[in-house]
């Protein structure tokens, strides 16, 4: 029996991968990358792409592979025993890692290369990646004496060990909290399918011999109880359980049970000093700059007053909307004070009332199946490509029942990529949206075909959304709400953005080799549609009358897109402005702890302010296990780009907003490209200029003025 981690033919073969298949496979693979690497850096030959990048490139690719589908499998169908071989794993293909990018030899080869005649006969693609080789060398510690080097190894791996155990932490923490209801009396207000949920997880739950609601930290169910619950003590304890997860305030860390270890705290503290060491060690005053380097922002100062200008921008906007809500709470909810646990309830009220429609409302207009060809049938017009299924007979594995699989055909039918859906969200798979890449497009040697033949991406598009549910016996199909209509179509522009690549070169066809602060352009241009009247009314359906969704209903949706934006928008760079003064001028030796800046920044740019008691940082996973460390301010950063190429379509809004010629040259310039020019470039071909600010303060009913 081989081994089906080790079986590149074709797509993965999740069925019959079982735990005891990754730890081999992945000794096997590493073996075969090291062995490689061996025999290309003690070639006397001079260096060229095909006896020296190439041979790494293959053996590389596979062993990135099959980790991907490791990786992908802990974060949908985690349990504590793949957790476990995970967590064994994930050290040694970090170490590999940071051997590769530590090798002197292949270090110099590399440089030998770039200074050769060769280096000029390649195509810029293949430039590219070599230039970006050798600056992750530098980053990855290449240049340090062989001590020093030592000492980054072991920097890389806790860093790695760390942020694995913060997620871990956080997913432990969120899943440890439940809330059992018994009255129905305490749970008015809340919707009808939510409560359904909330009974049938009560009746699965032998803890709590079946009776009542069960509710929990995860979005589909606090959420409506924070938006919706007219229960404030209901509110207020799911509300302190949620900002407290991971932290020393959290249930699971009270005296009683001090041994466990789920305070993410010490962590982040270890984290930031780690960090801090390496940005010296390479050089760099602080870890900012080292975040910066491979980015399309130029400095830590640029970010700063980027978002700094933002915050002044936004901030008068945020004061009217909080003082809106201070007033419509006192006068019609008779709530004086407005806590932390009021904010998304009182919003959700006074969006009722202004724009008399609910989230639960609209919801009911979006089932997936109107939702999913709707959004399918937009990307067909715009970059001329065909979406279907995957064919049953091609037996296709999945990791779940519920997932899907679909191939995108180009304009001649020619297979261009696939991805797979798993919408749902459950116990076992990490919260939010997300996109990853299964296999990446590039150019692979074929017998038959002299110039090779092209290996076809693939993507997995996550979600976390509501399951259908029987209702009255009979099942429905999952019903999304506008939101998650949006982050719908988000992960689905990563997902273009990775499966309608050109480039033939894995280093950086589709994602690979984007900028991280321009990577959510793709992502975030696509959100813009879910307001267009023309798309968006073609994937409703209710799903009891089977009514389009009413111009007047949409009308007022549109009208609420800005409610509160100059609050979320403070919110936004909140957070990106604390990650980045996190790792620009906080000292993470000093005295002063993270909470303490938190509350600066605060102080600096925010309107709300939280009970004292928050723990925001706890959770913040983007920047401690997610890779935004200094980046959270890419979201802004790309939205600036994304609503400004966006508005290229609205100038051309002459017969109807799918415009073809925008379209194309947005595949072109942007989507086909990949990595393979920086995203300025990419995005001036687009434009016909740089990027202004004027584009997202107008969709966010904002002057730039
Ligand atoms: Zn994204």
Known sequence: MINPLLDFSGLPRFAEINNDHITPAIKKLLEKSR???????????????????QPMVDANERLFRAWGQVSHLNAVMNSPELREIYNINLPKISQFHVELTQDQQLFEKFKQLHDSPHFDELSSSRKRIIENELRDFRLGGAELSPDKKTRFLQIQEELSALSAKFSDNLLDATNDFSLRVENMDELTGIPADVLQAASVAAEKDTAYSGSGWKFTLHMPSYLPVMQYADNRQLREKMYCAYVTRASELGRNASPVNAESKLDN??????????????????????????????????????????????????RPYAERDLLELKQFAAEELNLNKLEAWDMAYVSEKLREKRYAFSDQEVKQYFPETKVLPGMFRLVENLYRIKISPAPESRKIQYWHPDVKCFDIGDAEGKLVGQFYLDLYARPSKRGGGWMDDAIGRRRVADQQRHNGA??????????????????????????????????????????????????????????????????????QFMENFCWEWDVLADMTQHVDTGARLPRTLFDKMLAAKNFQSGLQMLRQIEFALFDLRLHYDFDPASDKTVLQLMDEVRKQVAVVFPPEYNRFPNSFAHIFAGG???????????????????????????????????????????????????????????????????????????SAT
């Open 628 to 702: 935004y460390a200094a980046g959270y301010y890419s979201y802004k950063w790309a939205e600036v780009l994304s609503a400004d190429a966006y508005s290229l379509f609205e100038e051309n809004n002459v017969d109807g907003l799918i415009n073809a010629e925008a379209g194309s040259r947005f595949r072109d310039e942007i989507l086909a490209v990949g990595g393979s020019r920086p995203a300025l470039a990419s995005f001036v071909a687009f434009r016909g200029r740089e990027p202004s600010i004027d584009a997202l303060l107008r969709h966010n009913g904002m």
């Open 35 to 53: 062995a490689t690497l061996v025999s290309v850096r003690d070639d006397n030959a001079a260096p060229t792409w095909q006896n020296f990048v």
């Open 265 to 314: 705290m010490p962590l982040i503290n270890k984290i930031l000093k780690l960090r801090n060491e390496e940005a010296k060690m390479l050089g760099y005053e602080n870890y900012a700059e080292v975040s910066l380097v491979p980015k399309m922002a130029k400095s830590p100062k640029q970010v700063l007053e980027f978002l700094v200008d933002l915050a002044a921008k936004a």
């Open 454 to 523: 092209i290996q076809t991406p693939v993507a997995y598009l996550n979600c976390n959304f509501s399951a259908p549910v029987s209702l009255d016996g009979k099942l429905r199909p999952a019903l999304f709400t506008h939101n998650e209509v949006i982050v719908l179509f988000h992960e689905f522009g990563h997902g273009l953005h990775h499966l309608l690549t050109q480039i033939d070169d894995l280093g950086v066809s589709g994602i690979n080799g984007v900028e991280w602060d321009a990577v959510e352009l793709p992502s």
